[in-house]
């Protein structure tokens, strides 16, 4: 049974850090394209960031764009800095079915979730 299981979440003040990971079992995603989304209460769910299957392109939300940074080795990491209240939400990483693909946006593009973690930025 494949999993994936996100870590690493928890509650920090405004302008704090924190760093989600993601793990797999049951199949290696290392080479998968793989993202992170999140949702807040009463909004949808909305795409973070993406990397790609070689790990060599990555793209961001223009709300986290240069204070958040996807990576990838053994399991896929969100770095997240200069957090902001409105980050609040449940965060949750994602693979796609294939190998070597380039960065997926949609959440329907993606085949496998994790259970999420809630992340809490205080004011």
């Known amino acids: 049974q494949v999993q994936l299981v996100e870590s690493g979440g928890g509650l920090v003040q405004a302008g704090g850090s924190l760093r989600l990971s993601c793990a797999a079992s049951?199949?290696?995603?290392?080479?998968?394209?793989m993202g992170w989304f999140r949702q807040a209460p009463g909004k949808e769910r909305e795409f973070v960031a993406a990397i790609s299957g070689s790990g060599s392109s990555t793209d961001y939300a223009d709300s986290v764009k240069g204070r958040f940074t996807i990576s990838r080795d053994n399991a896929v990491s969100l770095q997240m800095n200069s957090l902001k209240p409105e980050d609040t939400a449940v965060y949750y990483c994602?693979?796609?079915?294939?190998?070597?693909?380039?960065?997926?946006?949609?959440?329907?593009?993606?085949?496998?979730w994790g259970q999420g973690t809630q992340v809490t930025v205080s004011s």
């Open positions: 049951g199949r290696a995603f290392n080479y998968y394209p």
């Open positions: 994602a693979a796609a079915s294939m190998e070597f693909g380039s960065l997926r946006y949609r959440a329907g593009d993606y085949s496998y």
